[in-house]
């Protein structure tokens, strides 16, 4: 049965569009698929090979200004900056790691907060090429319902879990095992740890800026303070995975369910303001003293707390 | 025929001397034993062999080709593999994923790793806990996890930090049974240890380290009979 999962899964959500949903709902669902798109990234990175990042947001945002910049500088469709992205945001993503990727641990975690801080002041200031605070603004997006979009993301989503379900069973996804277990063990195994984590790096920058990208065509506006966020990008990709469940297949789609959800709940409520930073934080360190593997990690663990299955002894 | 030359390396941290101009050789398909008091440089020695620290000076020969300043993953490369005094298993790995990893090195396809895998824990006996997470190994069988581990990367040469520290008799008696299949397998065995019973019975010969310095080389026999070594041990007469 469980092997049908995401056969089933992908037929809910191809005839998803055509239930009927209302374009805010519809709206919802496109977010979800690129938020899942970019937690399956950031897991690729920091779940299966232990380099935790908390500076995702460089590679959305490069993703997102690869595609403004050709329509806003070379006037082409910033479609074409989804198959560009890959390109450039690789390239960003080998640098940045020939950098951060000397560092271990916490030491890694904060180079990468710097990296992504770095891109953002970058865009402010750099107005001649990224328009600088104003941001950039499409005329026209080229559709106005939200379907093709929706297949657009859903067929990126799509393509990366197949592509992470791959890469995890194979020898690379092994080595990346090995090195989030100790380092130095993976190395004296033989295991050439600089070039496998900068494979995880890159492989993962090139996922997320091409959710960027998508960003651009789809929201038609970026502005720095959105594309590089702290918060709004790089924690909460954190956030995603590890309340679905750090290094497990579906724990980025779990978690971008529940946060994309909690996120417009929140928002809802105008009176909380700022305030929804603090729930996300309370989230965070309830899910880590309580669930440490996430919600697909510990599974079995909210089961039987709640008197479901098998109790072992 | 030496598979191994170790010439004049010295490891210096500081003005600390932790290894200083040691040389031997170690033989085709024979176990070398290394002993010495604690804090004589033994696995500094090992580090500066297996790559994890450069060698200040000196020279370090394998198969023929110099390996001095080489990185550990590129020595492994090479035929070389170690073991880890503090055993240092892959945690939330299971024993065979554990060895599959390190098995990737030399497969060219899962099927093949796979294979490697099962063969190497069959060999140390590990097989029936194949399934079970690193973490929640005994010390013995983690230390034989270890050699497994290390096994799997297909060695030429088995560089062993210690591996019979800390095992009761019956888990030591598999161990030594082990190592000498080891050997028999034709792979050459370099090992570090404390146990004086073990490494007297097991070793074709031995070098003897203290304060960083190599001051006997021989045969057991020779060894147990040697005055430096009895001095260093016990103190001068």
């Known amino acids: 049965m469980k092997k049908y999962y995401p056969f ?41 090979c232990g380099q935790v990042s908390f500076g995702h947001a460089a590679f959305f945002g490069i993703g997102a200004y690869t595609a403004g910049i050709l329509y806003s ?9 989804l198959p560009l992205s890959v390109f450039v945001v690789g390239v960003f993503a080998f640098i940045i790691g020939l950098i951060v990727l000397r560092l271990r641990g916490p030491f890694f975690a904060l180079a990468t907060l710097a990296s992504g801080e770095v891109f953002r002041v970058s865009a402010e200031n750099m107005e001649w090429l990224t328009s600088g605070t104003l941001g950039i603004m499409l005329q026209k997006r080229l559709w106005v319902s939200k379907e093709p979009y929706y297949y657009i993301i859903l067929a990126i989503a799509v393509t990366t879990f197949i592509l992470m379900k791959y890469l995890v069973a ?18 004296s195994m033989g295991i050439n740890t600089t070039l496998y984590k900068t494979i995880a790096l890159v492989v993962s920058g090139m996922i997320t ?19 590089f966020a702290l918060h709004d990008v790089s924690i909460i990709t954190i956030m995603i995975v590890m309340v679905g469940g750090v290094a497990t297949q579906w724990g980025p789609f779990v978690g971008a369910v529940i946060m994309v959800m909690l996120q417009e709940a929140v928002r809802s409520i105008g009176s909380l303001g700022a305030l929804h930073q603090a729930i996300f934080g309370l989230l965070l360190i309830f899910i880590i003293i309580f669930l440490p593997n996430g919600i697909v990690g510990d599974f079995r663990k909210i089961k039987r707390f709640f008197g479901l299955g098998r109790v072992r002894a | 025929m030496s598979i191994l030359q170790v010439k004049e390396v010295s490891k ?52 023929g080709k110099s390996i001095g300043g080489k990185k550990p993953h590129e020595i492994c490369k090479a035929g070389m593999a170690r073991t880890f005094q503090i055993v240092r298993p892959l945690r939330r790995l299971s024993v065979f994923d554990n060895v599959l990893a390190s098995a990737f090195l030399r497969a060219k396809s899962k099927a093949e790793a796979e294979e490697i895998a099962t063969e190497v824990l069959k060999f140390t006996d590990l097989y029936e806990d194949r399934d079970i997470l690193s973490k929640g190994l005994p010390l013995g069988k983690r230390k034989r996890l270890e050699i497994a581990r290390a096994l799997a990367t297909r060695p030429k040469l088995l560089l062993l930090d210690e591996s019979f520290a800390g095992l009761n008799p019956a888990e030591l008696d598999k161990s030594i049974e082990i190592i000498r299949n080891i050997k028999k397998s034709g792979i050459t065995v370099m090992i570090i240890e404390h146990h004086m019973k073990v490494i007297m019975s097991i070793s074709d010969r031995i070098v003897v380290l203290t304060y960083g310095q190599k001051i006997a080389e021989g045969t057991p026999d020779e060894i147990r009979h040697n005055q430096q070594v009895i001095e260093a041990y016990l103190g001068e007469a």
């Open chain 1, 73 to 81: 500088k070379a006037g082409v469709s910033p479609w074409f900056g």
């Open chain 1, 209 to 227: 800026g091409v959710a960027g990208a998508f960003y651009m065509n789809y929201m038609g506006y970026i502005d720095p303070h959105i594309v």
């Open chain 2, 12 to 63: 210096f941290f500081g003005g600390l001397a932790a290894v200083s101009g040691v040389s031997f050789d170690v033989n085709e398909n024979e176990i070398l034993g290394i002993i010495g008091p604690n804090g004589a440089g033994k696995t500094t020695l090992f580090n500066v062999i297996n790559g994890f620290y450069k060698p200040s000076k000196g020279e370090i020969i394998l198969n």
């Open chain 1, 8 to 48: 089933i899964t992908l037929a809910l959500l191809l005839v998803l569009p055509m239930l009927g949903f209302s374009t805010y709902v519809m709206h919802i669902f496109i977010l979800l698929l690129m938020w899942a798109t970019i937690g399956m990234a950031w897991n690729l990175l920091s779940g299966y």
């Open chain 1, 170 to 187: 194979s020898k690379l996804g092994y080595f990346f095992v090995a090195i989030r277990e100790d380092q130095d063990a993976a190395e």
